[in-house]
């Protein structure tokens, strides 16, 4: 008998498995967007995007988010602003960065056609505001999405002004409808008491896809001097310790809107994102190992191959939702 009639038949409506790594497909569909991969970066950790170039390129991800930009130049917060913990980063940038403008003439024009998804982050000082950079940025053309930034830690003593109240959070994200036809992500903050009622009102308002979770509130101290770690005292903690809370958040998001989630928090690797894709996101963002393996998302991506050719999966959308829980 031939080798090959040895192996056991497909069952009906079952598909090959792929024949090696390179045959997976990684495609995934985010609202209007299509993604060859499901990996993003995440904002504010890949600066401009740029400053991932001399390490790979931006094309490999599935969409290279920039760090949010504001209609006016912003000096950050005091220093300092970034503090280690045992197992996450506790930040307090305070959104420094050159302006709209600025963006617009100087640092689009060098980002154009370097990634495969362009996605600009962008928060306002007021509700209208979001509106306005909105129409802007979608006038300058090469931009593929807007991220909306309603979940800043780091802004009015951690307040949420836009990201707490939902009736606030439908009406923003309706304005910015209105003004563009660029997808909209609205990115949701963890620091509510129902994230899902948040998730309800961007999609009420018009939100193509919500990414979930901005950082955490916390605080470090050192208790000999009495000095907190960071220049603001309280900021937003990331990392591998804020995993299983953004994974929590994102099962109880999928479940609540018929809207894509895009999923964040603690991503280092491909299980990681393999886990989110589980619970119902149908992308994700990796940020914080940024600092320490600057090409984590290439390096996430094949290993997602590699991961899928292993577990027989032609492509990777079949993991999207598959958790079998409640
Ligand atoms: O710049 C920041 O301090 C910052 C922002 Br915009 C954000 O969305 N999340 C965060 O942890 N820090």
């Known amino acids: 008998m031939a080798a090959h009639s040895m192996k056991p038949a497909l069952k009906p409506g079952s598909q090959a498995p792929p024949a090696s790594p390179a045959d997976v497909d990684l495609g995934v569909q985010v609202g209007p967007l299509r993604l060859a991969n499901p990996v993003m970066t995440a904002s504010g950790t890949a600066g401009l995007g740029l400053e991932l170039e001399p390490f790979w390129d931006l094309r490999e991800a599935g969409a290279v988010v920039v760090k949010t930009i504001t209609m006016k130049p912003r000096r950050g917060n005091p220093m300092p602003r970034l503090c280690e913990t045992p ?43 979001f509106g306005e950079l909105a129409a ?17 830690p780091n802004v009015e003593g951690g307040n949420l002004p836009f990201g707490r109240d939902p009736q606030v959070v439908r009406r923003l994200v309706a304005d ?34 919500v990414s979930l979770i901005n950082t955490l509130l916390g605080m470090s101290v050192d208790w000999r001097t009495g000095r907190p770690g960071l220049g603001t005292a309280v900021g937003g903690l990331s990392g591998p310790a804020i995993k299983p809370v953004a994974l929590r958040m994102c099962w109880e998001v999928a479940r609540s809107v018929d809207i894509p989630v895009i999923g964040i928090g603690g991503i280092r690797d491909a299980d ?55």
């Open 176 to 209: 910015v409808r209105s003004a563009t036809r660029l997808p909209v992500i609205t990115k949701l903050s963890p620091n509510v008491s129902d994230i899902a009622e948040i998730a309800q009102a961007a999609r009420d308002g018009g939100s193509d896809a």
């Open 272 to 326: 990681d994102v393999l886990e989110f894709l589980c619970v119902g996101c149908s992308a994700v963002q990796i940020g914080t190992q940024h600092y320490k393996v600057p090409d984590a998302v290439p390096r996430a991506v094949a290993a997602l191959r590699g991961a899928l050719h292993a577990a027989g999966r032609r492509d990777v959308r079949s993991v999207i939702g598959s958790v079998r829980a409640g």
């Open 87 to 129: 197992s996450g980063l506790l930040n307090s940038i305070g959104l420094p960065n050159k302006g709209v403008r600025h963006f617009l003439d100087v640092t689009l024009p060098k980002l154009r056609g370097k990634a495969a998804c362009l996605v600009v982050n962008i928060a306002g000082t007021c509700t209208g505001e």
């Open 136 to 152: 802007l940025l979608d006038a300058a053309g090469g931009i593929d999405a807007l991220e909306l930034n309603i979940s800043c």
